[in-house]
């Protein structure tokens, strides 16, 4: 689905710029802004079809705001970036709502990849996809992860 | 001073010999204050500089020509506290010290030093004023205390590596979008991008880990599943390159540990025999072996411990090279190009969080690495 309206919340300039940028290649329009409360207006006046959001920003955690947003419009779905390399706040992410988390740095590709899929299936949860090593529950060697880490892992509804 | 607590009485006598020889050719003590690391400013009973050594130059940013003769409230900010503090020292006190004074250079960059000044004996008014400024460290752990996020070591690194990786998206993410419309020859140059900014990702990624001092969990975990995952890992990113062979025990026990640590362990052991591989590509042998008679004294460790759980990765490559043997477990020893230097010193800290230990025998053609751990019984070590 092209053509879709994306909300992009993340106090870093850079980042924007390159969010901004690679999707509206993709055909979307973009809005960007550098705190969360911006983002909760656009969501609460009913605004865009997919949210991604950074997790520490001036005002307000991006996880706190999660709960709100899924009440709101449990339709929206919500990506979830950080620089945070825990495992904990990507579980924490998910059992929030989240569709996915993209620990930073990600690749662009990557990035397209999961709004295509958010924006095509908003309302239906994918499996588990990570069937590789089972041992490691909500680990995810061969998936998008950050781009430099040997702890490759991402979790996905 | 501490090594001639151990030394014999025979380089004692010569150590000896040395400093007599040394006391005939004794710097004066100009030479001695030029010598100091911080910045030291002489200030007579007039506030005039009446001497700075090259440490002061640098720090007030003009030479020794200029700052002598000023007035000291010419060099610090009128308000500065250093003044209450040479204020005290005329007072009658011998010598204050102050930590955390923040001072603003000539530039205005604001700097943090601990300042110490003290009387001149014999020179009425004549204090001795000495500087050191704040290590990075110490400004960080200060700003971090300021945002609530604690003073640990571990909490640095989390901040540094959290405070990094943002910056590093927005520069990998730009050099993606340039590649996307890039010529051949300019689309090597955004992968360059890309992967250096990879490898400052890595890299703060272990520091983090490397002061990482959460408790972790720890469970029986089978060594043979780790290996085999490691395998799986390096098999996947070095391709044919290299063969690897297992010698297993299967008999063996589990290890009493965290497994994700282990795998950190065996993968950063298994990718160093991967890199070490000559071109025409290597084979690296996988072992498991269970030592009954082994004893070892560990470093810290209340005597001689048992540690009859044996893993060994070995490889055929060139070895270890001869002036890093001493300080391979160091942080930062790396004989390679792009290495952070950092893979076995978080090895050898993890196994010795586990009570174990780490060894090597390494000569051109081969090279062991062997983890030894101890036993556990009913979830504790024995
Ligand atoms: N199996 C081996 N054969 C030859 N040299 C080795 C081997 N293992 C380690 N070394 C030497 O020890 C050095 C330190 O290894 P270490 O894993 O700590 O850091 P590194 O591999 O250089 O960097 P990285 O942090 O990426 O692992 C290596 O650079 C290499 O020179
Ligand atoms: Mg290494």
């Not at chain 2, 470093?299 to 209340?302: E, L, T, Y």
């Given at each position: 689905m092209s053509g879709a309206t994306i909300l992009v919340a993340d106090d870093d300039r850079a980042i924007r710029t390159v969010l901004n940028q690679a999707l509206a290649r993709q055909g979307h329009d973009v809005r960007t802004t550098g705190n969360a409360a911006t983002l909760w207006r656009w969501v609460a006046n009913g605004e865009g079809n997919l949210v991604i959001t950074d997790v520490v920003m001036p005002d307000e955690n991006g996880l706190d705001l999660l709960p709100r947003i899924k009440r709101l419009r449990p339709e929206l779905p919500i990506v979830v970036m950080s620089?945070?390399?825990?495992l904990l706040t990507a579980i924490k992410a998910t059992e929030l709502g989240a569709y996915e988390y993209l620990p930073k740095p990600f690749d662009i590709n990557d990035l397209v990849v999961v709004v295509d899929r958010a924006l095509a299936a908003p309302r239906a949860p994918a499996a588990?996809?990570?069937?590789?090593?089972?041992?490691?529950?909500?680990?995810?060697?061969?998936?998008?992860?950050?781009?430099?880490?040997?702890?490759r892992w991402r979790i996905r509804r | 001073m501490t090594a001639g607590v151990t030394a014999g009485a025979a380089t004692a006598a010569a150590r000896k010999r040395k400093h007599q020889a040394a006391r005939d050719s004794a710097p004066d003590s100009d030479a001695i204050v030029r010598a100091l690391p911080d910045p030291v400013v002489l200030v007579d009973g007039d506030d005039i500089v009446r001497y700075v050594n090259p440490a002061a130059e640098q720090f007030f940013e003009a030479g020794a020509g200029i700052l002598?003769?000023?007035?000291l409230d010419q060099l610090v900010?009128?308000?500065?506290?250093l003044l209450a503090l040479v204020a005290k020292v005329r007072d009658g006190l011998a010598a204050v010290t102050e930590y955390g004074v923040d001072m603003l250079s000539p530039h205005r960059r604001a700097r943090t030093v601990d300042a110490q000044v003290t009387a001149i004996p014999d020179a009425a008014g004549w204090v001795l004023v000495g500087l050191r400024e704040r290590t990075i460290a110490q400004k960080l752990d200060r700003q971090l205390s300021y945002l609530g996020a604690g003073r640990s070591v571990a909490g640095i690194a989390a901040a540094l590596a959290h405070e990094v990786k943002n910056p590093l998206s927005g520069i990998r993410g730009a050099a993606q979008l340039l590649e996307q419309n890039a010529s051949l020859a300019d689309r090597e140059l955004t992968r360059l991008i890309t992967e250096e900014t990879d490898r400052i990702c890595r890299l703060v990624d272990r520091m983090e880990m490397f002061s990482n001092d959460h408790p972790v969990e720890r469970t029986p975990v089978n060594i043979h599943e780790v290996l085999d995952h490691v395998r799986r890992l390096v098999q996947s990113s070095f391709g044919g390159n290299v063969r690897f062979v297992e010698r297993y025990d299967p008999s063996l026990p589990p290890v009493f540990g965290n497994r994700d640590q282990l795998v950190q362990v065996l993968l950063n052991m298994v990718k160093n025999a991967a890199e070490a591989m000559p071109e025409g590509g290597g084979e690296i042998i996988l072992a498991t072996k269970f030592e009954p008679g082994l004893r070892l004294s560990l470093?810290?460790?209340?005597g001689r411990q048992r540690l009859p759980l044996v893993v060994s990765v070995r490889d055929n490559g060139g070895g270890v090279p001869e002036d890093l043997k001493a300080h391979l477990?160091?942080?930062?020893?790396?004989?390679?190009?792009?290495?952070?230097?950092l893979g076995l010193s978080l090895a050898a800290k993890i196994v010795a969080e586990h009570g174990g230990g780490i060894e090597f025998d390494s000569e051109p053609g081969r090279t062991e690495f062997r983890v030894l751990l101890p036993l556990h019984s009913d979830g504790e070590a024995v």
């Open positions: 620089a945070h390399s825990t588990a996809s990570c069937s590789a090593s089972p041992s490691a529950r909500g680990r995810c060697p061969t998936g998008p992860g950050s781009t430099c880490s040997h702890r | 002598r003769d000023r007035r900010q009128f308000d500065s506290p470093a810290g460790g209340n477990f160091d942080p930062f020893v790396s004989g390679k190009a792009g290495g952070t230097g």
